[in-house]
Structure formats: C-alpha cells, structure tokens
C-alpha cells in the first residue's frame, strides 16, 4: 500500500496543487509534538525537493520554535475527494522571517498577507503515498476570511506587537525567533 520516493514527482505536485488543507507536524526532543492544519493558498512547490509555506500570525508558533533546535518537519496531505490517497514530505526545515535576505524572494510566491509572519523553507529527502482508503469524503466550501479580517484590523504595527506579546516562546518555553523581526 505505502510507497516511497526520493522526490515529489510531477503527479505528486499536481496532487498537492489540487489540496485545500494540509497538517504540519514538529517537536523538539522534550517538547510536545505540534501538529497543526493550514490553509488559504499558503504552500508552493518550488521543485522536487523544496516547498515552502507561508505562515501567517495566530495564537502559537510552535512550528518556528521546534524548527530552532529540531529542524526536521513533516507535511501531510489527504485526499477529501476522488481517489485516495496520504502523502507525507519528511524533510528539514527553516524559518524566513521579514527582513531575512530570502525574504523578499520567497514571499513574492505568494498573495501579499497582512498578517505574514514566516515562510518555512523545507528541503524534502522522503515522500511516502499510503492508500488513505479510511479518509472520508469531504466537500469544500469556501475560504475562510476570519484570519486575514483579523489581521488586516490589527495593520502592521499591531501584528508586531502581537508577535513580541504572543508569539515569541512555544507552549514549552522554545524561543520562536520572532524577535528578530524589525
């Protein structure tokens, strides 16, 4: 059932061109493990072995914590419509923050986002496919605009006095690096 690949194939990236939602999943040696659902538009394949994803602000930042100390992480996608299917990208990690000199690069990727506050930088050396045959159907509806709203009421300044208040240790106490932001 399960398969393994030293790359993400051409299917494999129309796959996950094709995916509404995917789960992010980190952990330091002594922290808890986070697993955490994204969204909204937020990750690119740049090649075979690359993706990245823009992070937007919310109440933790684990995954920017973890990636300091441990930076392996793991995406997985399901399929919630037609054939099934998980795929998961094991890989190593970093954290782009505004002002780092990729910055710049990588966010043009994307749809300019108030509320941006890293973009994850994966080198991916596993993908593996297992038959996600238990998955049930799910049908998209829509986007939701409750984040970017937020963030958008928030403006620039507010989003970075949420990030030195609320986003700077992980529930375990792990630096996220946010402070290094301007």
């Known amino acids: 059932m399960g398969k393994r690949y030293d790359d993400i194939s051409a299917a494999l990236q129309d796959f996950i061109a094709r995916q509404k939602l995917f789960f992010v999943g980190t952990a330091t040696d002594s922290s808890r493990v986070n697993i955490s659902p994204k969204g909204m538009d937020s990750l690119r394949v740049l090649n075979a072995n690359r993706v990245i994803w823009l992070n937007v602000t919310g109440s933790g930042n684990e995954t920017a914590a973890h990636l300091q100390t441990h930076p392996r992480m793991t995406i997985m996608f399901a399929a919630f419509e037609g054939a099934p ?10 954290a782009i923050h505004y002002g780092d000199a990729d910055w710049d690069i990588l966010y043009a990727h994307f749809p300019a986002n108030i509320g941006a506050r890293q973009i994850f930088d994966m080198q991916v050396d596993l993908v593996q496919t297992s038959c996600g045959m238990a998955v049930p159907f799910f049908d998209y509806v829509e986007e939701r605009e409750q984040l970017n709203q937020w963030a958008a009421k928030k403006g620039e300044q507010g989003m970075r006095e949420y990030w030195r208040e609320r986003n700077q240790l992980s529930l375990d106490g792990v630096p996220t690096g946010i402070d290094k932001v301007r």
């Open 85 to 94: 299917m998980i795929l998961r990208l094991y890989g190593t990690a970093r």
